[in-house]
């Protein structure tokens, strides 16, 4: 049995008369730019967030690289991040002219480590930026007293973890809604796609809500009146319409998805896959958080001819990220080498997404264990 690794078709299907209605809507006032459906999704998601100031913008890049304007963080500048993420987050940080600097992750959650990030920063540091990867939360306790006793921002990078918590102080917090800003990506194979690039920048700053307004309209203040410089980044009104349809579904998918990865426990477990001697490592979640699942990545021994394996199996995986963010060619100019950051080098070596999405059966799953079985034993 084939198992695609995301089948978007199987999460439209059950909306579709919805959300083509949605698209009418909008085709028929002909208000594409901003408007009232960019501004109704704005106070939706919101509201989903806990009362931040939410601003649509054309995707999660620019949502970073708004947030990094916003701050006016370049030329000069150094910004602490993770060298394990999609290159966006790098991407940023460079865009604007400041400087990634990057502090190593741990080895089970892949996520930075804030001991590290403290000695990373230096006088030039102007805010961390930690990212929620695959659908987990950083520490922000410890990344958010680092930055308080250091006087910096923190920029969550929030794009593969919308509705993900994490106990701070004893209470759940939303992913995105703890730093200074925060980031997300409605990609349409995140936990809430749209139908094409969207983005969304968050803060409970009212003056940087505003500053991040005017940026996303080329640094507008009134019509035709520019006092910085920003982008053309604005949500599309088509792309609110769509998910003002999804939002009331994402707590239920992300939900189904944490199921799956608990299924997916229990199944590896029983072919004798889990455990100190197992071949594989799954995925682990922080006690008191929310793992929102936006990937499930596994570590696999022998993990290159397991993937090959799987392909011919016509399973669907996927490495997330093959190569770490230090050795990119583009960022030769920091003068990383292999062995700079060896837990992200590793996990670039020996880790794997299975299919996790919502609407993934039962019988596929244990296809998928079964096909990893066979690799193995
Ligand atoms: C961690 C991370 N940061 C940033 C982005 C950039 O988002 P987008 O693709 O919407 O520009 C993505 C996703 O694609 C991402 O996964």
């Not at 009134?222 to 003002?244: I, K, P, W």
Request: aromatic share 8%.
């Amino acid at each position: 049995m084939a198992v695609p690794l995301l089948d978007l078709k199987a999460q439209y299907r059950p909306l579709q008369g919805e959300i083509r209605a949605a698209l009418d809507r909008v085709l028929d006032s002909q208000q594409f730019i901003l408007g009232e459906e960019v501004a109704a999704f704005e106070r939706e998601i919101a509201g989903f967030l806990g009362g931040v100031e939410a601003i649509g913008v054309a995707s999660g890049t620019d949502a970073l690289l708004l947030a990094l304007m916003a701050l006016e963080i370049g030329e000069g500048d150094e910004v602490v991040t993770t060298p394990y993420s999609f290159f966006a987050t790098a991407g940023a940080i460079h865009r604007v002219g400041a400087r990634p600097v990057f502090a190593d992750i741990d080895p089970r959650m892949f996520l930075m480590r804030p001991e590290l990030a403290a000695r990373a920063i230096t006088p030039r540091t102007r805010a961390l930026l930690p990212v929620h990867l695959f659908g987990q939360m950083a520490e922000m306790e410890p990344l958010l007293e680092i930055a308080r006793a250091r006087n910096l921002s923190v920029i969550e990078d929030a794009a593969q973890a919308i509705g993900a918590t994490a106990g701070v102080a004893g209470r759940p917090e939303q992913a995105g809604t703890l730093g200074m800003i925060g980031c997300f990506s409605f990609f349409p194979s995140k936990n809430l796609g749209a139908a094409g690039d969207g983005g969304l920048v968050v803060t409970r700053d009212a003056e940087l809500a505003d500053r991040i307004r005017s940026l996303r309209r080329h640094g507008e203040e009134a019509a035709y009146v520019h006092t910085r410089v920003g982008l053309n980044s604005r949500l599309d009104a088509l792309q609110a319409a769509v998910l003002r349809v999804k939002l009331p579904h994402l707590d239920r998918w992300s939900a189904a998805r944490a199921v799956n990865a608990e299924r997916y426990r229990r199944l590896f477990a029983d072919a004798g896959l889990a455990g100190p001697d197992s071949p594989l490592i799954l995925p682990e979640t922080r006690p008191g958080a929310r793992h929102i699942f936006h990937q499930y990545v596994i570590r696999a021994r022998r993990r290159d001819d397991l993937l090959s394996h799987l392909r011919a199996a016509s399973i669907g995986c996927a490495v997330y990220y093959p190569i770490p963010l230090h050795l990119q060619r583009c960022f030769a100019e920091l003068r990383h080498q292999p062995g700079d950051f060896p837990v992200a080098e590793n996990a670039s070596a020996s880790t794997l997404a299975l299919p996790i999405y919502p609407e993934l059966t039962v019988a596929m799953q244990e296809e998928v264990v079964r096909v990893i079985r066979e690799f193995y034993f």
